[in-house]
């Protein structure tokens, strides 16, 4: 799993979701190893990605698709990168 965390403009944060939104999740649907991804607001400025993979070889594959995707699609829009957590998921629940 990977926990990527970003700082955007408040005034910024709804067209950064779209686009995550109408580009991002559909290229993501379509890599080897996906299972489930999320983003959660914690704050005006702040966005969390949450992706799960099947294993860690896809997650860093997943990892740098992300990094190179952010690059190309919200280089227009004031979108920093503060940090990233990779790790094994050991406990699941869910419907």
Do not use: C
């Not at 979108?79 to 699941?92: A, I, L, Q």
Request: proline letters at 3%; zero cysteines; aromatic letters at 8%.
């Amino acid at each position: 799993m990977t926990i990527r965390r970003y700082t955007v403009s408040p005034d910024q944060a709804a067209e950064v979701i779209r686009r995550v939104d109408d580009d991002w999740l559909d290229r993501l649907h379509k890599m080897a190893g996906f299972v489930s991804y999320h983003v959660v607001r914690p704050a005006p400025d702040q966005l969390v990605s949450v992706t799960a993979y099947l294993d860690a070889e896809n997650a860093k594959k997943g990892a740098e698709a992300s990094a190179e995707w952010v690059g190309e699609r919200l280089y227009d829009l004031e979108v920093t990168f503060e940090d990233m957590t990779e790790g094994e998921v050991v406990v699941h629940g869910g419907a």
